[in-house]
């Protein structure tokens, strides 16, 4: 007869505490919605004779900000999406470019707009780029909501950038901290305490 384990293990006190910190706000909700609306702009010009654009959006710090645009497209437009990481729940880049969920549908000689929530070393866009590439579609453009150039140690630029932003750690409108705060309508600079 099995004997049932005499002490349930406390699985929570093996966890690593949270380290403390507050989030100051860096661009605001307003902020971001005007700039939306000026880039969706910006790519409806460049796409005006498209068939049909196919956005895809880089997951999971994409997603508030491809909703946003998508709608602001006045362009027939198909959505898909793309899971790549090089970060898990760690504040820096591996630099080690992991595809975790590809794309459904066909994007050869169609049009395309890469949506990224931000470009920072620029390994992650890159290496996606390059597979995006070569399945040859007609056009392959990027649209990415904040870019830290002094980060940057790839020669990769969007086509369109939101904000340009000094080397902080962000939070918000999609972008997260290990899964936390991505929920935030604004853009915030994370400020730790310990």
Not at 14 to 23: E, F, K, L, Q
Not at 163 to 188: C, K, S, T
């Amino acid at each position: 007869m099995p004997q049932a384990d005499p002490m349930p293990q406390d699985r929570t006190a093996a966890a690593a505490p949270a380290p403390r910190y507050v989030i100051d706000e860096m661009i605001s909700a307003k902020a971001i919605a005007a700039r939306v609306e000026t880039l969706a702009r910006e790519i409806t010009g460049h796409f005006r004779d498209t068939e049909k654009l196919v956005v895809v959006g880089l997951l999971r710090g994409s997603f508030v900000f491809i909703a946003d645009l998508v709608r602001e497209l006045p362009l027939p437009v198909e959505v898909d999406f793309l899971e790549a990481s090089s970060y898990g729940d760690a504040m820096t880049s591996s630099r080690e470019v992991r595809i975790l969920k590809d794309l459904r549908g066909e994007i050869a000689g169609r049009d395309v707009l890469v949506v990224e929530d931000i470009v920072d070393t620029g390994f992650t866009l890159q290496h996606v780029m390059a597979l995006l590439r070569s399945r040859g579609p007609r056009r392959l453009e990027i649209c990415a909501l904040l870019d830290k150039p002094s980060r940057r140690e790839v020669d990769i630029r969007a086509t369109w950038t939101g904000f340009e932003i000094p080397d902080e750690f962000v939070v918000g409108y999609g972008i997260d901290y290990a899964q936390r705060d991505r929920n935030l309508p604004h853009i915030g600079k994370v400020r730790f305490l310990d």
